[in-house]
């Protein structure tokens, strides 16, 4: 018996592969071409951000897992264990690791489809909640920050602090609203993203009903209260998460 693999006619001479695909094909992919500006850090889409290592040749540091794609000559180290290594999730107490990006390639982020917003800092600083740092440059000052308070699951909510001269990537469910600081100036815990590092935070007693509990929680959740002078803001997201 012959091999019942073997083709029942000689192939045929192989067709060459185009190198650009069809006129219709091309003109629907046009919009999603990757956009390079020649700048180091660059919004691909609401959702992607990209960042070119050769630009300044500084490192990055990431959330473990957020890299979707990278060309180019990149190497990825992982933190080890401390603070510049791990950020405690605010509500689970799980650590944010984080990996280092080095070399001159490019290096795609993405996480769950957050929107994706990059802050370039220049000489100012930013307090976020560690829940929404994508990733940063290495060169920016950063330190986890606790705020305790009564209610806060976990006992406290911890958040970075980044100050200097860079860029770092906040990720958010939905498009963020930013605020002026006011006297009266409230916000769910779960749903503050950032604020400017010259805010004063004071957790606050009120609470109120969630629209939905579960077993076990109290379906309360915790205020923030924001106190500062002219030109502080808060960023919030139109999510609890």
Not at 55 to 77: E, N, T
Not at 133 to 148: G, M, Q, T
Not at 157 to 181: A, E, H
Not at 209 to 235: C, D, K, M, W
Request: with cysteine; proline share 7%; glycine share 12%.
């Amino acid at each position: 018996m012959g091999n019942p693999f073997a083709p029942a006619h000689p192939p045929a001479a192989a067709q060459p592969v185009p190198q650009t695909p069809p006129a219709g094909l091309g003109v629907a992919l046009e919009k999603y071409r990757e956009a390079a500006t020649g700048q180091r850090w660059t919004l691909q889409n609401e959702e992607l951000a990209r960042v070119d290592l050769g630009v300044d040749g500084q490192p990055v540091l990431a959330r473990q897992g957020s890299m979707v794609l990278y060309q180019g000559k990149v190497d990825f180290s992982y933190k080890g264990a401390g603070f510049k290594g791990r950020v405690v999730g605010n509500a689970t107490g799980q650590e944010m690791q984080l990996m280092r990006c080095t070399g001159g390639g490019q290096v795609f982020f993405a996480e769950s489809a957050s929107h994706l917003h990059p802050i370039e800092l220049q000489g100012d600083a930013i307090c976020v909640s560690a829940e929404n740092v994508l990733a940063f440059d290495e060169s920016l000052h950063h330190e986890v920050r606790r705020i305790e308070g009564h209610g806060i699951p976990g006992g406290a909510l911890f958040t970075m602090q980044f100050q200097g001269t860079g860029t770092v990537v906040v990720r958010t469910q939905g498009t963020p609203v930013v605020l002026p600081v006011t006297p009266t100036t409230f916000a769910d815990a779960d749903a503050v993203v950032a604020w400017s590092a010259g805010a004063q935070v004071i957790v606050s007693s009120q609470v109120r009903l969630r629209r939905q509990t579960y077993g076990g929680q109290s379906g309360e959740t915790v205020n923030l209260q924001f106190r500062g002078a002219p030109g502080n803001f808060i960023v919030v997201q139109p999510c609890e998460v």
